[in-house]
C-alpha cells in the first residue's frame, strides 16, 4: 500500500556529476542513493555542458545532471551522503519542493525512502 503524502512532504534534489567517457559513475552515485534508501528515483541525464565561475575564472566541463526524489525527511541524510560520495569540493545541491503531483507518486516517494523498509 502507499503511503500518504501531501506535495510539501516530496522534494527534487538537482546535483551534478562530471561526464567520463561511460556513465558509470554517475549511475553508481546514483543506485547507491537508491540502494540507501535516500532516494526513491535518480534520473542521470545525458552529458551536457556547464559553464561556470571557479576560483576567479570563468571555465566549461561535459557534466551530468542528475535529478533526485526525495522526501523533506531525508534531505540532511542525503546532503550527508552526496558531500561524501561527491567528487567536487563545491558540490551542487539545489532542493525544489514538489509543487503538486500525482498523489499515488508522491506517496511512492515517501514509502521508498522510509528508513528500515523493505528491500
Known sequence: MTALATD?????????????????????????LVDERLAACVSVQAPM???Y???GAVDAEAERQLVIKTTRARLAALEARLRTLHPYDVP?????AAAGGGAQY?????????????A
Open 53 to 55: 565561475r571557479w576560483k
Open 49 to 51: 555542458t556547464s559553464v
Open 8 to 32: 510539501t512532504d516530496v522534494v527534487v534534489v538537482l546535483t551534478t556529476l562530471p561526464a567520463g567517457e561511460t556513465d558509470e559513475p554517475a549511475r553508481v552515485f546514483a543506485r547507491t
Open 92 to 96: 551542487e545541491l539545489i532542493v525544489l
Open 106 to 118: 508522491l506517496g511512492w516517494v515517501v514509502e521508498e525512502t522510509a528508513p528500515g523498509g523493505t
